[in-house]
């Protein structure tokens, strides 16, 4: 079992819909969460980051953490076409490294 | 203001070959990472960079080394190149001590084993 499951879409939604993306963890020890969002051919950026549970709201984009679920999302409103890309939930342990561990990724595609 | 910087952006190279990528930070970064991205997958952690010591190593074998120069600049190399090392090598930087929320991804440099 990997220690983060993603679903890897892909994901087809019209422009101005409301996007879900969602990450299981099997490891209770992560203690930041994160979401990257991967244009083709680019490097990942970093979009939300999180501490332990609850919400963090930037603009059109929504992050949620359940560590009792063990559980976390991201929504996307009024999705553009421009939101088109792989987004990747990430988590660490914390520390003085902090390395990042991903899911696999899931391919979003915003139709106009 | 440059952001991370790898090079080359593609390469091809034959099983059993050596290879050598190339990363620039971010200014004002003092800690490199490295991550290596297969296709339809998520990144995963090669190790990382501080004060030009190995300061944590993922699951990868001793194939794979890097070094950290002064500037903090730093270099991936992997010897005996397998078909299965074909990927995308990210480098991220980050203020030492800032780690997750300071990362800074390069573009990442194709590799391709033919």
């Known amino acids: 079992q990997k220690e983060v499951e993603q679903d890897p879409g892909p994901l087809s939604v019209p422009e101005g819909a409301i996007v879900s993306l969602n990450c299981t963890y099997s490891n209770s020890a992560f203690q930041y969460f994160m979401w990257y969002r991967q244009y083709s051919r680019k490097g990942p950026e970093l979009l939300m980051y999180?501490?332990?549970?609850g919400n963090k709201e930037d603009g059109r984009f929504t992050a949620q953490v359940d560590k009792s679920s063990k559980y976390i999302s991201l929504f996307i409103r009024d999705s553009q076409p421009s939101d088109s890309a792989t987004y990747l939930c990430a988590m660490s342990f914390g520390g003085a490294t902090n390395k990042l561990i991903f899911g696999t990724g899931t391919l979003l595609a915003v139709q106009p | 203001d440059a952001g991370v910087t790898q090079s080359p952006t593609h390469l091809i190279k034959t099983r059993g070959q050596q290879v050598t990528l190339r990363c620039s930070p971010k200014?004002?970064?003092?800690?490199v990472s490295w991550y290596q991205q297969a296709l339809g997958q998520g990144p995963q952690f090669i190790f990382q960079y501080y004060e030009e010591e190995e300061r944590q190593r993922g699951n990868f074998p001793d194939r794979f080394s890097g070094h950290q120069f002064p500037n903090y600049s730093s270099e991936l190399n992997v010897n005996a190149l397998l078909l299965g090392d074909s990927a995308l090598y990210l480098c991220?930087?980050?203020?030492?001590?800032?780690?997750?929320?300071?990362?800074?991804f390069g573009s990442g440099t194709r590799l391709t084993v033919v």
């Open positions: 991220a930087s980050s203020p030492h001590g800032r780690t997750f929320y300071g990362y800074t």
């Open positions: 999180t501490y332990s549970s």
């Open positions: 200014s004002g970064h003092d800690t």
